[in-house]
Each structure stands twice: as C-alpha cells, then as structure tokens.
C-alpha cells in the first residue's frame, strides 16, 4: 500500500494523552521481577541483577549509525537510523552478530544517552529509528523513547526483533512501535530447543506476530517506496531445512495475509558458534571474534517468480540457497506456494 505525506510516529498521540509517561513507568516497575519475555527469569533487574540476557537496569548499545544495508524500504536514500543493543534473549548458536549477542560487546547506556543516540540519528536525515534486538530492553527504550520525543523526536520507530517476545512487552510498545521487522526463526519446537535453548519459540513467535500485526497491520510504504508503518517479516533459509521455510511462509500466507511481505534471507553461517566454544574452553579470547561476521556472505539465494498460469508449476515459488561455509557447501531448495506473502530477498 503506497501513501504519501510525512512521517506521522505513533507514539506522538500517546506522548501527548501523557500514556507514554504511564507506559515507562509501567514498563520500569516490571524489571523489579523481570518477565518481560518469554525466558521468565523474575529477578530483579532495578536492582542490577541479570540472568540469561545479561543486562541490568540499563541497556547496553554496542553502536549507532545510518545503516545501509538494511531493507530498501528501510535504508531509503538517507540510512536507516540503526541502534544495537547488546546482549540478547534468544542467542541462536549461528548468530551473525555474535559478538554482540553473545560476547557482550557494547557498554551500559543511560537514559539520556540513549535518547541523544535516536535525536542524532534524526539530525543525520535517517528515516526511522531502527531498534535491533529490543526483546529485553524494552521499558529501558520507552525511557528514552519519552526524552528524545520531548525533544523533538518525530522519526517512525522499527522494532527489529528475533520474535522472541513476550506479549507483555508487546502491549507495551502498542501505539508506540510503527513498524514491526520480526525475523521468523524456526518453524521446529526441536529445531528452535536445538539451536537457541528455546522449544517454545515457534509458538511463541506466531503469538507475537499475531499481535504485532494486530497493532500495525501491513506494510505501508510512501511515494518514495520508504516503510512509514506496517509488519516487513524476515526469514533465514538453512540448510537442510532446519529453519522449516515452506511451513513458516504457509503460516504467514494463511494469518497474515498474501499481502504480507518477508524478506528471504541467505547469509546463515555457522563458524562463529566454533569461535565461541573455543572461548569458553580458554582457547581464544572474545577479541579473536571481531571481524569473523560476515563469511555467510558467500552465499547465495535464487527467488523464482511463480511460472505463468498455463505452466504446470503455476502454484509454486522456487528458492534455491548455496551455502558456502567454511565447513561444507549445501544446496538447499524450498517449493513455496505461490498463494503466500510477497517474498524479496536481500535487496
Ligand atoms: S528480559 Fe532478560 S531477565 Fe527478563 S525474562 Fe527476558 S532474559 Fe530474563
């Protein structure tokens, strides 16, 4: 859906009706027995206690900056306003930034900062403020979210997430968030128990991207092909399709509609998780990591258009990912119904 005019954030109503004040004060209660996602802990993050995300009262950001190697409709012309948090709740073993999800890299950041960090974003011409692993930094990012606004913040905000939330904090972002980047991860409860410690992501995730699209619904872009609102979904292809590709892109189809778009991604890779073993055996320091992240990019991802109706594959999308690791190269090939969301890759 295309429409024009400015960028109008959604948490400027609720910043005016005072709920966004309401919203960071109900948010920062919660950390004083922290079940803002799924893993549960209850302990007590005002008090600087940490569990399996490794953050306390604050947040941790490992950098700030105009990205431009996200999604067309994200990066437009002027980069999309991107902040890392550090740390993460769902810690995939191939995680590509895994020095930053894993190792930690990045330093505590206070409110005021972190409220600095989106108004410099604003001044540098982003489009949007693009929040990458928010899951378990949410109240501390409505904290900030309410001084930057009182400042002059007017950018859309991107909640780009595992999934991994918790529908608690969703609700706490309702109204606030414009657009929802969830990266759809595994379709397998085995899989998911396999590789991020989490048998109960795939049901969880279907429960928060119901609720995201809920609150956003799809994806509206402006005349300048620039997302202002709306759920864009992401999915990693792996080999031997452990993520559960054509099961996910069925679900999507049938909830959320054929409109709905997803951006199939390629650059799975599986080294880093090696790196970290030898970490924590005392082979290596977290230093040997830097610089590691971006072997997948060897990989390559073939999206065929549905055939012509006259052609007997009519029905189906073809995608073909070579992986090229350093441990093995694999061909992995999905038959997507063609009667599900608009697929892209990376662009
Ligand atoms: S946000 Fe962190 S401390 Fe809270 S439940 Fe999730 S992993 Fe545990």
Known sequence: MIKRGKPHPAYLELWQSRELARRVELGLKKLADCALCPRNCHVNRSEDKKRVCRTGRYAAVSSHFAHFGEERCLRGNHGSG??????????????????????GEGRSTKPEELAEMMLELQEEGCHNINLVTPEHV???????????????LRLP????????????????????????????????????????????????????IKEM????????????GVALRGVLLRHLIMPGGVAGTQEIMNWIGCELGTGAYVNLMAQY???????????????????????????GDHNKVFLAAPRTPSSASASLWFVRVTFSVPAFTAVTRVQIPSGTPNLFSRL
Not at 176 to 190: A, L, Q, R, T
Not at 213 to 220: A, D, E, F, N, T
């Open 157 to 208: 905000l991107v909640y780009n997430t595992s999934a991994y939330d918790s529908l608690d904090s969703l609700r706490l972002m309702d109204g606030i968030v414009d657009i929802y980047m969830p990266d759809f991860k595994f379709w397998d409860p085995e899989n998911a128990r396999r590789y991020a410690k989490a048998p109960d992501y795939p049901e969880t995730a279907r429960s928060a």
């Open 213 to 224: 699209h809920r609150q956003v619904g799809p994806l509206v872009i402006d005349a300048h």
């Open 138 to 152: 949410v109240p501390q990012i409505l904290e900030a979210l309410l001084l930057a606004v009182e400042h002059g």
């Open 269 to 295: 890779q599986a080294a880093l998780y090696h790196c970290f073993k030898r970490v924590r055996n005392g082979q290596g320091s977290p230093e040997s990591l830097k610089g590691r992240g971006h072997i």
């Open 82 to 103: 991107t902040i890392f948090f550090s740390w993460c709740n769902l810690r995939c073993v191939f995680c590509q930034n895994y020095a930053i999800s894993w190792a």
